[in-house]
């Protein structure tokens, strides 16, 4: 009895990592209201979501949420807003990405989810799954571009409008809490 008491704890514990991870594909990301802000503009032919606060992946934290979404049926309420942002260099988009521009919280860490699937010729699937975390600076405008083509590409540009947009590096972010990934 105490055996089958155990694994039923298991079992509920794990579906509280499926219920937010299923939440997290319906949830719109939320901007702040308050504080330093910083812009980005999220390009994808995949969906990109965010995680305010954290260097690691959790959608249990407040305005975590889908930021820019290609294919209908999620949440993509902010997929096509315009902040005014300047625009970059780079024509990397992918017939049928999304974009969107947001205020995302400045000096902190903000983790980003992005995961695409598709197929290519002869019909072979692809998926592409990354995670990964920046910090932000007050004031600055980012552009982040989240191609599946095949292949996955993660770029992040802090973007200068009186020079040459700036490489910025992403670190790997894992799971807050290991029981998430169940």
């Keep these: 009895m105490r055996a089958f008491l155990i694994a039923g704890l298991a079992v509920a514990g794990s579906g509280c990592g499926n219920i937010s991870n299923i939440r997290a594909y319906n949830t719109a990301y939320v901007e702040p209201t308050s504080g330093d802000t910083a812009r980005l503009r999220v390009i994808t032919n995949g969906m990109a979501r965010g995680v305010p606060g954290r260097d690691c992946i959790d959608w249990r934290v407040p305005g975590a ?7 209908s049926g999620f949440a993509g309420q902010n997929n096509g807003r315009s902040l005014g942002m300047p625009d970059s260099n780079r024509r990397m ?20 989810n992005f995961q695409s699937e598709g197929y290519v010729s002869g019909g072979n699937s692809y998926s592409c799954r990354q995670s990964f975390h920046f910090t932000p600076k007050a004031g600055q405008d980012y552009e982040l571009i989240l ?11 802090r973007l200068n409008p009186a020079g040459k947009p700036e490489n910025e590096p992403v670190e790997k972010a894992g799971l807050c809490r290991a029981l998430d990934a169940f």
């Design 65 to 71: 949420g889908v930021m820019a979404v290609s294919e």
């Design 93 to 112: 988009e992918a017939q049928g990405s999304a974009r969107g521009e947001l205020k995302v919280p400045a000096n902190k860490p903000f983790a980003m």
């Design 147 to 157: 191609l599946d083509g095949g292949q996955c590409l993660v770029a992040l540009q």
